[in-house]
Structures are given as C-alpha cells and as structure tokens.
C-alpha cells in the first residue's frame, strides 16, 4: 500500500495478521511521520477493539430516558447492587412482562464514582432504560438501626429524612407496589434496616396530606395498594424468578440479575460474589440454590386490595398495571369513537330522509305556482 503524503512517497508494507496479533512487521517503508503515524495507528486499532468489546455497554450506547412519570413497581434499594442482589429477578421479571418498574437509591455513592458507573451499566444489562433515582445522603456502613441512625445524624441526615425521602417518591410515581429491604436488614446491615424502617412509615405518610408539604404540594397524596418487605414472614409469596423467559432469550429473571451483578466489578472481593454465583465446582444458576437470604421470598406488608392467594408468583394480583390501564382508556376511546361515527351516519341518514322528503314537496310546491302563474295568464288573455 502505498501513501503520498505532500512530497513524500511513503511506502507502507502492511503485515496484519491479527487485530492483537503481530502488527508491526515491516509495517512502513521509511521517513518522516512514518513513527508518529505508526504509533497513532497503533492505539487506533488497540482502542477501536477496546471499543468493539465494550460497544454493548459504553455509555454512547445507553440512551437514557427520564424516570418514569408513573411506575406499576417502585423498589427501593439501598446501594448500587442490591437490585440484583437482594432483590435479584424482580427487575428482568418487569421488563420481560411489560411492568413498568422505577429504582429508587436510599444512598449516593458519589464518595466512590466507580460504582455510579457500575450501577447504571448493571441496570442497563438487565433492560433497565429509565433514569434510576439516586438519594442525596452519603453510603455509611453501620450494624443496627441504632447504629444507622446515629452514623447519618453526625452527617446531618435523620430518620425523618430517609421517610421524607421514600415519601416523595411514592407520591411522584404513585406505585401500584413498592418493594423494600428486609427489616433485619439481610445481613444485618444498618442502611438496609433504615430504609426497611422509612419505607413502612412512608407508605402510611404519603396517604397524608399533613406530613411533608413541600412533595405534597409538588405530588399530591398517593396510598400505595401494595407494599412488599423482603424475607417478611407475614402473607409470604414466593416470586417466580426462574422460569425460562422468551424475552432475555430463555434466560430466567434470576440469571438476567446475575448478569447485572457481573457489572459491579468493586463488590466481586465480598461475599456477595460467591452467595450469588457458587464456585466453579457448584455454580448457581437458580435462586433456590441459595440457602440464606434466598431471592423472590417476600411477605406482603400491607395492602388495600386484600390477600394473595397461595399460587401467586408475582406481585400485581388484585392490582391494574398501567399497560392495562392504558388498553381500557384505548378500547373505551374506541367505543366513543364508534359511537360518534355512528352518530354521525344517522345524522347523514336522516339529512337524507329530510331531503327525500323536501325534494317532492319542493317539484309539488314549483308545479301549484306554474299552474297559478298559467291560471292568471290565461285569466288576463281573457
Ligand atoms: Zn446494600
């Protein structure tokens, strides 16, 4: 291949065998820029396959929409991985059935950038598109609720806040269910317990008109139908998470999770790695596997709409998804719009009528004035 680069002639041998492979044998013939080119060239190719095997998840390839105006699921999770660990399955059993789900962050991890970047590219692995919500406090390590509450109040955050919190966001995405930590907080830890806590005040305050103005007046009231604790023992369901589905190509919700999880590089040294994936010898490709904090076992906390009954496997029995809501107000709109249609051909018909009966009357009425107009001719010619 050969180059003209102003007066040079620059003769370039290309020897590619690989993309990664050996490159640069006889590469370029000779002179000037042919160094500099040779080098620009090189972290061309090295970063064009960088690219190529990032492609999929870069953030130029996630086009993120706003949260959502109204959410058929609101899950609140602690920190950036609990979605797909804790709460593992609930949110590729959203997507691949049409429920529109909204994550809420009690916590930031804004101290620790690299797990923004983690979160949003595990949300987007598991079909995640609308902007997650991400609290304003701190990710403060603590064992208790005690311990929880005194950590964030030495950083000027109280428990009122993380209600107030929860709070606004029930009001804003008026959820037909809300799902929330374990009360003992799985493993005990403090944040999950506190945003267990102000999850099931929330869900009573935000019915309230008199409990925070400032999302009241922005929001409205909103009583949530149905709140859902993780690991409660109370009504207990069991979601089904691992079921083959069409949609994440026979992968089930569980693994679709997993997957997510695979994108939190900085969690993979703690124990969470081998709770959710085994070893290499007994890898875990269901949740049942799991024999502490198992996945899909959650109690139903409060509801407005009754029990579930014991074959249940999701969440939104007795409860109307928003697709749903949306496929009545189209059939109805259809009804009204065949009404009006209909309404219309009688008013054709009827017109049709009125002139069926107007033109004869019309020739009749023409036909009495001619004979009049003849009768007085012939009366004047007499
Ligand atoms: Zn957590």
Redesign the pocket.
């Known amino acids: 291949m050969t180059f003209f680069y102003k007066n040079f002639n620059i003769s370039l041998v290309f020897n590619i065998k690989t993309f990664k492979g050996d490159i640069f044998i006889n590469l370029f013939g000779t002179k000037r820029v042919c160094k500099t080119l040779s080098i620009l060239l090189f972290f061309l190719i090295c970063f064009s396959g960088y690219a190529q095997e990032n492609a999929h998840i870069s953030s130029e390839t996630q086009q993120w929409n706003d949260p959502l105006e109204r959410a058929d699921l609101l899950l609140f999770s ?2 950036a ?2 979605e797909h660990l804790f709460f593992a399955g609930i949110l590729p059993y959203c997507i691949a059935n049409g429920i529109k789900a909204q994550v809420v962050y009690m916590t930031n991890h804004n101290d620790n950038p690299i797990r923004n970047t983690e979160l949003l590219n595990g949300l987007w692995a598991v079909g995640i598109t609308n902007s997650p919500v991400i609290s304003p406090f701190p990710d403060l390590f603590s064992e208790s609720l005690e311990e929880a509450i005194r950590v964030y109040k030495s950083r000027g955050v109280s428990e009122d806040d993380f209600i107030a919190f929860c709070t606004e966001n029930i009001r804003r995405f008026k959820p037909q269910v809300a799902v929330g930590h374990d009360i003992n907080g799985e493993y005990s ?1 403090g ?2 317990i506190l945003s267990s806590v102000a999850l099931m005040k929330a869900v009573v305050l935000a019915g309230d008109p008199n409990y925070h103005s400032e999302s009241f007046e922005k929001y409205g009231i909103w009583d949530t139908p149905k709140t859902y604790i993780n690991l409660w023992k109370e009504r207990p369901i069991v979601l089904s998470i691992n079921e083959p589905l069409v949609f994440f190509n026979g992968k089930s919700a569980f693994q679709v999770s997993q997957h997510g999880f695979s994108y939190h590089k900085s969690q993979h040294w703690t124990w969470f790695y081998r709770w959710v994936y085994g070893t290499e010898q007994a890898p875990i490709t269901s949740s049942t596997q799991i024999r502490i904090y198992t996945p899909g076992r959650y109690g139903l906390y409060r509801t407005l709409v009754g029990d579930d009954s014991q074959e249940a496997g999701d969440f939104f029995e007795n409860t109307l998804l928003i697709k749903d809501i949306i496929e009545e107000q189209f059939e109805e709109e259809q009804i009204i719009d065949i009404i009006s249609i209909y309404d219309e051909q009688e008013k054709i018909e009827s017109e049709k009528q009125y002139l069926k009966f107007l033109i004869p009357a019309f020739i009749v009425l023409a036909a009495v004035l001619l004979l009049l107009l003849f009768l007085k001719k012939k009366s004047k010619r007499e």
Do not use: E, I, R, Y
């Open positions: 602690s920190h991985d609990d830890h944040t999950h």
